[in-house]
Protein backbone atom coordinates (compact mmCIF):
# COMPACT_ATOMS: atom_id res chain seq x y z
CA UNK A 1 0.00 0.00 0.00
CA UNK A 2 1.45 3.17 -0.64
CA UNK A 3 2.02 6.14 1.24
CA UNK A 4 -0.54 9.14 1.61
CA UNK A 5 1.23 11.69 -0.34
CA UNK A 6 1.75 14.44 1.80
CA UNK A 7 0.67 16.44 4.88
CA UNK A 8 -1.01 19.75 4.58
CA UNK A 9 1.00 23.22 4.82
CA UNK A 10 2.79 22.85 8.72
CA UNK A 11 3.49 25.51 10.95
CA UNK A 12 6.97 26.97 10.59
CA UNK A 13 10.18 24.99 12.19
CA UNK A 14 12.20 26.47 14.58
CA UNK A 15 14.81 28.44 12.89
CA UNK A 16 17.81 28.35 15.41
CA UNK A 17 19.73 25.74 17.11
CA UNK A 18 18.52 23.56 20.32
CA UNK A 19 20.76 21.62 22.03
CA UNK A 20 19.20 18.43 24.31
CA UNK A 21 22.21 17.75 27.07
CA UNK A 22 21.90 14.63 28.51
CA UNK A 23 19.24 12.16 26.85
CA UNK A 24 18.57 8.90 26.71
CA UNK A 25 17.18 8.32 23.23
CA UNK A 26 14.61 5.46 24.31
CA UNK A 27 15.87 4.89 27.48
CA UNK A 28 18.92 3.24 26.43
CA UNK A 29 22.64 3.44 26.67
CA UNK A 30 24.88 6.49 28.47
CA UNK A 31 23.38 10.02 28.78
CA UNK A 32 24.03 12.13 24.92
CA UNK A 33 23.57 15.39 23.22
CA UNK A 34 20.77 15.70 20.30
CA UNK A 35 21.83 18.94 18.05
CA UNK A 36 18.69 20.49 16.28
CA UNK A 37 18.59 22.66 13.40
CA UNK A 38 16.07 24.65 12.00
CA UNK A 39 13.73 21.82 13.09
CA UNK A 40 15.39 18.82 12.12
CA UNK A 41 18.03 16.53 14.21
CA UNK A 42 21.27 17.44 13.12
CA UNK A 43 23.72 15.31 15.19
CA UNK A 44 23.16 12.91 17.84
CA UNK A 45 26.41 12.97 20.20
CA UNK A 46 29.60 15.33 20.41
CA UNK A 47 29.65 19.05 22.12
CA UNK A 48 28.01 21.64 20.26
CA UNK A 49 27.06 25.27 20.67
CA UNK A 50 22.94 26.03 20.34
CA UNK A 51 21.02 28.94 20.91
CA UNK A 52 19.21 27.07 23.46
CA UNK A 53 20.59 24.08 25.69
CA UNK A 54 17.85 21.70 27.63
CA UNK A 55 19.25 20.01 29.96
CA UNK A 56 17.39 16.86 30.38
CA UNK A 57 18.64 15.44 33.14
CA UNK A 58 19.37 11.85 31.94
CA UNK A 59 16.20 11.35 31.36
CA UNK A 60 14.44 9.62 28.64
CA UNK A 61 13.99 10.90 24.85
CA UNK A 62 10.89 9.41 22.85
CA UNK A 63 9.81 10.50 19.57
CA UNK A 64 7.10 12.62 19.81
CA UNK A 65 3.55 10.61 20.84
CA UNK A 66 0.57 10.09 18.84
CA UNK A 67 -2.74 9.99 19.49
CA UNK A 68 -5.35 8.77 16.50
CA UNK A 69 -8.08 9.42 18.49
CA UNK A 70 -9.00 12.66 20.55
CA UNK A 71 -12.30 14.78 20.70
CA UNK A 72 -11.42 18.35 21.24
CA UNK A 73 -14.91 19.56 20.32
CA UNK A 74 -14.41 22.47 18.31
CA UNK A 75 -16.86 23.32 16.37
CA UNK A 76 -19.28 23.54 18.36
CA UNK A 77 -18.79 22.55 22.42
CA UNK A 78 -16.18 24.95 22.95
CA UNK A 79 -17.40 25.10 26.68
CA UNK A 80 -15.73 22.31 26.78
CA UNK A 81 -12.56 21.80 24.84
CA UNK A 82 -11.24 23.96 21.74
CA UNK A 83 -8.08 23.35 19.28
CA UNK A 84 -6.27 25.73 21.77
CA UNK A 85 -6.90 24.42 25.14
CA UNK A 86 -7.00 20.49 23.95
CA UNK A 87 -3.36 21.43 21.92
CA UNK A 88 -2.11 22.85 25.30
CA UNK A 89 -3.53 19.44 27.10
CA UNK A 90 -1.63 17.23 23.91
CA UNK A 91 2.07 19.10 24.23
CA UNK A 92 1.86 18.71 28.07
CA UNK A 93 0.89 15.03 27.63
CA UNK A 94 3.80 14.16 25.12
CA UNK A 95 1.60 14.44 21.94
CA UNK A 96 2.94 16.32 18.62
CA UNK A 97 0.27 14.84 16.43
CA UNK A 98 -3.50 14.50 17.33
CA UNK A 99 -6.60 13.00 14.89
CA UNK A 100 -9.50 14.98 16.48
CA UNK A 101 -13.09 13.03 15.65
CA UNK A 102 -16.01 14.16 13.45
CA UNK A 103 -18.49 14.15 16.24
CA UNK A 104 -17.96 18.05 16.45
CA UNK A 105 -21.05 20.38 16.04
CA UNK A 106 -21.15 21.15 13.06
CA UNK A 107 -19.97 17.32 12.29
CA UNK A 108 -16.95 17.45 9.87
CA UNK A 109 -18.57 16.18 7.06
CA UNK A 110 -16.89 18.57 4.85
CA UNK A 111 -13.77 20.21 3.66
CA UNK A 112 -14.47 23.65 4.88
CA UNK A 113 -15.01 22.33 8.24
CA UNK A 114 -11.94 19.76 8.35
CA UNK A 115 -9.88 22.75 7.11
CA UNK A 116 -10.60 25.05 10.02
CA UNK A 117 -9.60 22.91 12.28
CA UNK A 118 -6.19 22.58 10.88
CA UNK A 119 -5.59 25.81 10.01
CA UNK A 120 -6.45 26.96 13.41
CA UNK A 121 -3.69 24.01 14.67
CA UNK A 122 -1.03 25.16 12.15
CA UNK A 123 -1.89 28.90 13.33
CA UNK A 124 -1.26 27.89 17.07
CA UNK A 125 2.01 25.17 16.62
CA UNK A 126 1.43 23.60 19.49
CA UNK A 127 0.69 19.76 18.27
CA UNK A 128 -0.87 19.26 14.57
CA UNK A 129 -4.38 18.56 15.00
CA UNK A 130 -5.42 16.58 12.01
CA UNK A 131 -9.22 16.76 11.65
CA UNK A 132 -11.09 13.38 10.71
CA UNK A 133 -13.85 13.25 8.69
CA UNK A 134 -16.72 11.41 9.03
CA UNK A 135 -18.21 8.73 6.88
CA UNK A 136 -22.12 9.41 7.02
CA UNK A 137 -23.22 13.01 6.46
CA UNK A 138 -24.26 14.41 9.91
CA UNK A 139 -23.18 10.81 11.46
CA UNK A 140 -26.59 9.87 10.63
CA UNK A 141 -25.56 6.54 9.07
CA UNK A 142 -27.27 6.97 5.62
CA UNK A 143 -25.06 8.79 3.06
CA UNK A 144 -20.86 9.14 2.67
CA UNK A 145 -19.25 12.22 2.59
CA UNK A 146 -17.28 13.55 0.36
CA UNK A 147 -14.09 11.52 1.13
CA UNK A 148 -12.28 12.66 -2.03
CA UNK A 149 -12.72 16.08 -1.65
CA UNK A 150 -11.96 16.57 2.25
CA UNK A 151 -8.47 14.23 1.36
CA UNK A 152 -7.67 16.97 -1.10
CA UNK A 153 -8.56 19.87 1.07
CA UNK A 154 -5.69 21.67 2.68
CA UNK A 155 -6.59 19.54 5.60
CA UNK A 156 -5.31 16.53 3.90
CA UNK A 157 -8.28 14.16 5.66
CA UNK A 158 -6.81 11.25 5.88
CA UNK A 159 -9.17 9.26 8.72
CA UNK A 160 -12.50 9.11 8.43
CA UNK A 161 -15.33 7.68 11.07
CA UNK A 162 -18.70 8.81 13.12
CA UNK A 163 -17.04 7.60 16.30
CA UNK A 164 -19.22 8.17 18.89
CA UNK A 165 -21.64 6.23 17.06
CA UNK A 166 -20.85 3.20 14.84
CA UNK A 167 -21.41 3.00 11.29
CA UNK A 168 -23.96 -0.13 11.64
CA UNK A 169 -25.73 -0.32 8.41
CA UNK A 170 -23.52 -3.15 6.48
CA UNK A 171 -24.34 -1.65 2.87
CA UNK A 172 -23.16 1.47 3.73
CA UNK A 173 -20.00 0.12 5.31
CA UNK A 174 -18.94 -2.21 2.26
CA UNK A 175 -19.37 0.99 -0.17
CA UNK A 176 -17.54 3.61 2.53
CA UNK A 177 -14.08 0.71 2.21
CA UNK A 178 -14.69 0.78 -1.46
CA UNK A 179 -14.54 4.22 -2.25
CA UNK A 180 -11.79 4.91 0.87
CA UNK A 181 -9.74 1.96 -0.88
CA UNK A 182 -9.04 4.51 -4.50
CA UNK A 183 -8.07 7.27 -1.83
CA UNK A 184 -6.50 4.96 0.17
CA UNK A 185 -7.65 6.77 3.19
CA UNK A 186 -8.12 4.81 6.68
CA UNK A 187 -11.96 4.14 7.89
CA UNK A 188 -11.83 3.97 11.80
CA UNK A 189 -14.96 1.73 13.28
CA UNK A 190 -16.14 2.59 16.54
CA UNK A 191 -17.90 -0.68 16.74
CA UNK A 192 -21.25 -0.89 18.95
CA UNK A 193 -23.98 -2.82 16.87
CA UNK A 194 -26.71 -0.22 18.35
CA UNK A 195 -29.89 -2.47 18.77
CA UNK A 196 -27.44 -4.35 21.46
CA UNK A 197 -26.60 -1.29 23.49
CA UNK A 198 -30.33 0.78 23.50
CA UNK A 199 -30.50 2.25 27.05
CA UNK A 200 -27.11 1.01 28.15
CA UNK A 201 -24.50 2.32 30.15
CA UNK A 202 -22.09 0.25 32.13
CA UNK A 203 -20.24 -3.37 31.43
CA UNK A 204 -23.14 -6.02 31.19
CA UNK A 205 -21.93 -7.96 33.72
CA UNK A 206 -21.94 -8.79 37.99
CA UNK A 207 -21.58 -5.11 38.56
CA UNK A 208 -24.03 -3.51 36.27
CA UNK A 209 -26.71 -6.05 37.55
CA UNK A 210 -25.87 -4.99 41.04
CA UNK A 211 -25.46 -1.35 40.68
CA UNK A 212 -29.33 -1.40 38.63
CA UNK A 213 -27.72 -0.09 35.03
CA UNK A 214 -28.90 -1.50 32.01
CA UNK A 215 -25.67 -3.43 30.33
CA UNK A 216 -23.67 -2.99 27.38
CA UNK A 217 -22.35 -6.65 26.00
CA UNK A 218 -19.54 -7.64 24.90
CA UNK A 219 -21.33 -9.01 21.62
CA UNK A 220 -22.03 -5.61 20.31
CA UNK A 221 -18.71 -4.85 20.01
CA UNK A 222 -17.80 -7.98 18.87
CA UNK A 223 -20.16 -8.88 16.12
CA UNK A 224 -19.17 -5.71 14.76
CA UNK A 225 -15.58 -6.54 14.86
CA UNK A 226 -15.92 -9.68 13.06
CA UNK A 227 -18.35 -8.06 10.18
CA UNK A 228 -16.15 -5.56 9.77
CA UNK A 229 -12.94 -8.04 9.58
CA UNK A 230 -14.52 -9.86 6.87
CA UNK A 231 -15.83 -6.74 5.06
CA UNK A 232 -12.49 -5.51 4.56
CA UNK A 233 -11.05 -8.83 3.61
CA UNK A 234 -13.47 -9.14 1.12
CA UNK A 235 -13.37 -5.44 -0.06
CA UNK A 236 -9.44 -5.24 0.23
CA UNK A 237 -9.19 -2.43 2.37
CA UNK A 238 -8.25 -1.16 5.92
CA UNK A 239 -9.99 -0.76 8.67
CA UNK A 240 -9.05 0.24 12.63
CA UNK A 241 -10.78 -1.11 15.26
CA UNK A 242 -11.40 1.99 18.10
CA UNK A 243 -10.84 1.60 21.81
CA UNK A 244 -10.98 -2.32 21.76
CA UNK A 245 -12.48 -3.50 25.00
CA UNK A 246 -12.70 -7.20 25.33
CA UNK A 247 -11.53 -9.90 25.17
CA UNK A 248 -12.81 -11.91 22.33
CA UNK A 249 -12.09 -8.55 20.71
CA UNK A 250 -8.55 -9.88 20.86
CA UNK A 251 -9.30 -13.30 19.81
CA UNK A 252 -10.78 -12.02 16.54
CA UNK A 253 -7.98 -9.50 15.58
CA UNK A 254 -5.59 -12.38 16.23
CA UNK A 255 -7.83 -14.47 14.25
CA UNK A 256 -8.33 -11.51 11.53
CA UNK A 257 -4.26 -11.05 11.49
CA UNK A 258 -3.23 -14.18 11.47
CA UNK A 259 -5.62 -14.36 7.75
CA UNK A 260 -4.19 -11.40 6.89
CA UNK A 261 -7.17 -8.85 6.58
CA UNK A 262 -5.78 -5.32 6.86
CA UNK A 263 -7.34 -4.47 10.21
CA UNK A 264 -5.30 -2.64 12.62
CA UNK A 265 -6.84 -1.31 16.43
CA UNK A 266 -6.05 1.17 19.23
CA UNK A 267 -7.03 0.48 23.31
CA UNK A 268 -6.76 3.13 25.76
CA UNK A 269 -5.44 3.85 28.42
CA UNK A 270 -8.43 3.76 31.02
CA UNK A 271 -9.16 0.17 29.04
CA UNK A 272 -6.24 -1.07 30.31
CA UNK A 273 -5.61 0.04 33.76
CA UNK A 274 -9.57 0.49 34.82
CA UNK A 275 -12.69 -1.84 35.51
CA UNK A 276 -15.67 -1.67 36.00
CA UNK A 277 -15.66 -1.54 39.37
CA UNK A 278 -14.98 1.65 39.59
CA UNK A 279 -18.98 2.84 39.06
CA UNK A 280 -19.80 1.52 42.67
CA UNK A 281 -19.65 5.21 43.63
CA UNK A 282 -22.01 5.63 40.83
CA UNK A 283 -19.30 8.54 39.68
CA UNK A 284 -20.24 9.91 36.25
CA UNK A 285 -16.98 10.44 35.26
CA UNK A 286 -16.59 6.51 34.82
CA UNK A 287 -18.94 6.45 32.59
CA UNK A 288 -17.57 6.12 29.03
CA UNK A 289 -18.26 4.05 25.84
CA UNK A 290 -17.05 1.15 25.22
CA UNK A 291 -17.64 0.97 28.76
CA UNK A 292 -14.90 -0.23 31.72
CA UNK A 293 -15.03 -4.21 31.44
CA UNK A 294 -13.54 -6.62 33.59
CA UNK A 295 -10.67 -7.73 34.79
CA UNK A 296 -9.57 -10.46 32.50
CA UNK A 297 -10.32 -7.97 29.25
CA UNK A 298 -7.53 -5.49 30.66
CA UNK A 299 -5.38 -8.35 30.66
CA UNK A 300 -6.29 -9.86 27.35
CA UNK A 301 -5.87 -6.59 26.14
CA UNK A 302 -2.17 -5.85 27.71
CA UNK A 303 -1.16 -8.90 26.09
CA UNK A 304 -2.62 -7.85 22.89
CA UNK A 305 -0.67 -4.79 23.00
CA UNK A 306 2.86 -6.45 24.22
CA UNK A 307 2.15 -9.49 21.26
CA UNK A 308 1.20 -6.66 18.53
CA UNK A 309 -2.22 -7.96 17.87
CA UNK A 310 -3.34 -4.49 19.09
CA UNK A 311 -1.33 -2.10 17.48
CA UNK A 312 -1.24 0.91 19.42
CA UNK A 313 -2.66 3.27 22.22
CA UNK A 314 -5.32 6.11 21.78
CA UNK A 315 -6.45 8.12 24.38
CA UNK A 316 -10.09 9.05 23.54
CA UNK A 317 -9.88 12.05 25.18
CA UNK A 318 -13.54 13.18 25.42
CA UNK A 319 -13.74 16.25 27.78
CA UNK A 320 -17.29 16.62 28.79
CA UNK A 321 -18.75 19.95 31.16
CA UNK A 322 -19.70 19.08 34.88
CA UNK A 323 -23.30 19.79 33.57
CA UNK A 324 -23.12 16.57 32.16
CA UNK A 325 -21.18 14.62 34.12
CA UNK A 326 -22.17 15.69 37.73
CA UNK A 327 -25.65 13.73 37.55
CA UNK A 328 -26.85 10.54 38.34
CA UNK A 329 -24.79 7.89 36.06
CA UNK A 330 -27.28 7.39 33.66
CA UNK A 331 -27.88 10.73 32.54
CA UNK A 332 -23.70 11.51 32.51
CA UNK A 333 -22.65 11.60 29.10
CA UNK A 334 -19.94 8.99 27.82
CA UNK A 335 -16.25 9.37 27.63
CA UNK A 336 -13.01 10.91 29.88
CA UNK A 337 -10.03 12.58 29.48
CA UNK A 338 -6.53 11.44 28.74
CA UNK A 339 -3.77 13.75 26.73
CA UNK A 340 -2.88 14.54 29.96
CA UNK A 341 -1.97 11.26 31.59
CA UNK A 342 -2.06 8.45 29.26
CA UNK A 343 1.63 8.72 28.85
CA UNK A 344 1.82 8.14 32.84
CA UNK A 345 -0.82 5.27 32.56
CA UNK A 346 1.03 3.15 29.75
CA UNK A 347 4.25 3.91 31.35
CA UNK A 348 2.97 2.51 34.81
CA UNK A 349 1.20 -0.65 33.35
CA UNK A 350 4.58 -1.45 30.78
CA UNK A 351 7.82 0.20 32.18
CA UNK A 352 7.50 0.39 35.77
CA UNK A 353 6.42 -3.26 36.12
CA UNK A 354 8.91 -4.81 33.82
CA UNK A 355 6.84 -6.19 30.93
CA UNK A 356 8.02 -3.96 28.80
CA UNK A 357 10.70 -0.80 27.54
CA UNK A 358 10.92 2.54 26.49
CA UNK A 359 11.06 1.33 22.71
CA UNK A 360 8.20 -0.57 23.11
CA UNK A 361 6.36 2.78 24.32
CA UNK A 362 7.63 4.43 20.99
CA UNK A 363 6.14 1.68 19.05
CA UNK A 364 2.73 1.97 20.60
CA UNK A 365 2.32 5.18 21.28
CA UNK A 366 3.98 7.00 18.29
CA UNK A 367 5.58 4.88 15.34
CA UNK A 368 2.59 2.90 14.69
CA UNK A 369 -0.20 5.24 15.69
CA UNK A 370 1.85 7.60 12.85
CA UNK A 371 2.60 4.70 10.49
CA UNK A 372 -1.68 3.80 10.60
CA UNK A 373 -2.68 7.33 9.74
CA UNK A 374 0.29 7.37 7.40
CA UNK A 375 1.96 10.19 8.83
CA UNK A 376 4.74 10.99 7.08
CA UNK A 377 6.71 13.48 9.93
CA UNK A 378 6.27 11.75 13.18
CA UNK A 379 6.44 8.82 14.85
CA UNK A 380 10.10 8.90 12.48
CA UNK A 381 13.24 7.31 13.92
CA UNK A 382 15.42 9.47 16.61
CA UNK A 383 18.23 9.98 13.99
CA UNK A 384 20.14 12.55 12.00
CA UNK A 385 18.17 14.31 9.29
CA UNK A 386 14.45 13.11 10.89
CA UNK A 387 12.26 15.93 11.77
CA UNK A 388 12.41 17.41 15.52
CA UNK A 389 9.40 15.93 16.67
CA UNK A 390 10.52 14.88 20.51
CA UNK A 391 9.48 14.24 24.34
CA UNK A 392 11.29 13.92 26.82
CA UNK A 393 10.16 11.87 29.91
CA UNK A 394 11.45 12.02 33.31
CA UNK A 395 11.05 8.37 33.82
CA UNK A 396 10.59 8.66 37.95
CA UNK A 397 9.08 11.51 38.51
CA UNK A 398 6.43 10.98 41.13
CA UNK A 399 3.69 13.29 40.70
CA UNK A 400 -0.32 13.40 41.21
CA UNK A 401 -3.02 14.29 38.52
CA UNK A 402 -4.89 17.17 40.03
CA UNK A 403 -7.46 18.52 38.50
CA UNK A 404 -6.67 22.42 39.45
CA UNK A 405 -3.57 22.05 37.48
CA UNK A 406 -5.21 20.63 33.76
CA UNK A 407 -4.70 22.60 30.85
CA UNK A 408 -7.82 20.61 29.50
CA UNK A 409 -11.19 22.84 29.97
CA UNK A 410 -12.89 19.94 31.64
CA UNK A 411 -12.73 17.85 34.29
CA UNK A 412 -13.65 14.77 33.79
CA UNK A 413 -10.70 13.13 34.70
CA UNK A 414 -10.56 9.60 36.05
CA UNK A 415 -7.51 9.81 37.91
CA UNK A 416 -7.73 13.10 39.99
CA UNK A 417 -5.71 12.59 42.51
CA UNK A 418 -4.01 9.25 41.39
CA UNK A 419 -0.01 9.34 41.90
CA UNK A 420 2.18 8.53 38.88
CA UNK A 421 5.50 8.09 38.55
CA UNK A 422 6.68 9.02 34.56
CA UNK A 423 6.03 12.34 33.58
CA UNK A 424 6.89 14.86 29.98
CA UNK A 425 9.37 17.17 30.86
CA UNK A 426 9.70 18.82 27.64
CA UNK A 427 7.77 18.19 24.25
CA UNK A 428 9.19 19.60 20.77
CA UNK A 429 7.23 20.58 17.68
CA UNK A 430 9.75 20.52 14.52
CA UNK A 431 12.74 22.05 16.94
CA UNK A 432 9.99 24.15 19.05
CA UNK A 433 9.59 23.77 22.45
CA UNK A 434 5.91 23.46 23.20
CA UNK A 435 5.37 22.07 26.33
CA UNK A 436 8.43 22.56 29.26
CA UNK A 437 8.00 21.31 32.67
CA UNK A 438 8.17 24.12 35.76
CA UNK A 439 11.56 23.71 37.44
CA UNK A 440 9.90 22.07 41.03
CA UNK A 441 8.08 19.91 38.55
CA UNK A 442 5.08 20.55 40.72
CA UNK A 443 3.12 23.11 39.30
CA UNK A 444 3.91 22.36 35.47
CA UNK A 445 3.80 25.19 33.17
CA UNK A 446 3.17 25.53 29.53
CA UNK A 447 5.70 27.65 27.82
CA UNK A 448 5.43 28.46 24.19
CA UNK A 449 8.08 29.58 22.32
CA UNK A 450 6.64 32.15 19.60
O1 LIG B 1 -16.98 7.64 25.65
C1 LIG B 1 -16.99 8.11 24.52
N1 LIG B 1 -17.08 9.44 24.33
N2 LIG B 1 -16.94 7.30 23.47
C2 LIG B 1 -17.13 7.74 22.22
O2 LIG B 1 -17.06 6.96 21.31
C3 LIG B 1 -17.41 9.17 21.98
C4 LIG B 1 -16.90 10.01 23.04
C5 LIG B 1 -17.42 11.42 23.02
O3 LIG B 1 -17.49 12.04 21.96
O4 LIG B 1 -17.71 11.95 24.10
ZN1 LIG C 1 -15.72 5.80 20.03
Known amino acids: ???????????????????????????????????????????????????????????????????????????????????????????????????????????????????????????????????????????????????????????RVRMFSDDGKCVSDPQLMRRALEYAKGLNVLLAQHAEEPRLTDGAVAHEGETAAKLGLRGWPRVAEESIVARDALLARDYGNRVHICHASTTGTVELLKWAKAQGIPLTAEVTPHHLLLTDDKLRTYDGVFRVNPPLREEHDTLALRDALLDGTIDCVATDHAPHGSEDKCVEFENAKPGMLGLETSLAVIARIFVASGLADWRFIARVMSERPAEITQLPDHGRPIAVGEPANLTIVDPEAAWVSDNDSLESKASNNPFNGEEFGAQVTHTILRGRVTYQRAESGAAAEMEVEK
Not at 8 to 13: E, F, I, N, T, Y
Not at 41 to 60: K, N, P, Y
Not at 67 to 91: F, K, N, W, Y
Open 1 to 155: MTGFPETGRVSAPAAGTVLIDNVRPYGEGDPTTVLIKDGVIAAIGGDHEADRVIDAGGHVLLPGLVDMHVHLREPGREDTETIETGSRAAAKGGFTAVFTMANTSPVTDQPIIAESVWLKSQALGLCDVHPVGSISKGLEGKTLTEFGMMARSDA
